[in-house]
């Protein structure tokens, strides 16, 4: 049974900065891709980035040059660096990954940028 384990969200002003963590257990995550999705209420959950099990990253085109995905495979962690946020990133974001058949999901950690 793998567990997600998100952190680091927060409320930030606009242009400003976020880091989240996600801390897995259960799996060693070296093996596996792993993603960070967005959901906002009355929406469809949004694929937000994905670093695959050899580095290479993907990014939705909203955040491309603002969101840096990365893996610390000796702390069996991912993190997703946000910065110049925007109000519209406001949304719950969870950590995923999938061990064979079976998704993995985080219980989500709410980022809100206001002023």
């Known amino acids: 049974q793998v567990q997600l384990v998100e952190s680091g969200g927060g409320l930030v002003q606009p242009g400003g900065s976020l880091k989240l963590s996600c801390a897995a257990s259960?799996?060693?995550?070296?093996?596996?891709?792993m993603n960070w999705y967005r959901q906002n209420a009355g929406k469809q959950r949004e694929l937000v980035a994905t670093?695959?099990?050899?580095?290479?990253?993907y990014y939705t085109d909203s955040v491309k040059g603002r969101f840096t995905i990365s893996r610390d495979n000796a702390r069996n962690t991912v993190y997703l660096q946000m910065n110049t946020l925007k109000p519209e990133d406001t949304a719950v974001y969870y950590c995923?990954?999938?061990?064979?058949?079976?998704?993995?999901w985080g219980q989500g950690t709410q980022v809100t940028v206001s002023s």
């Open positions: 995923n990954t999938a061990v064979g058949v079976v998704n993995y």
């Open positions: 670093v695959t099990s050899i580095g290479i990253t």
């Open positions: 259960g799996a060693n995550i070296r093996f596996y891709a």
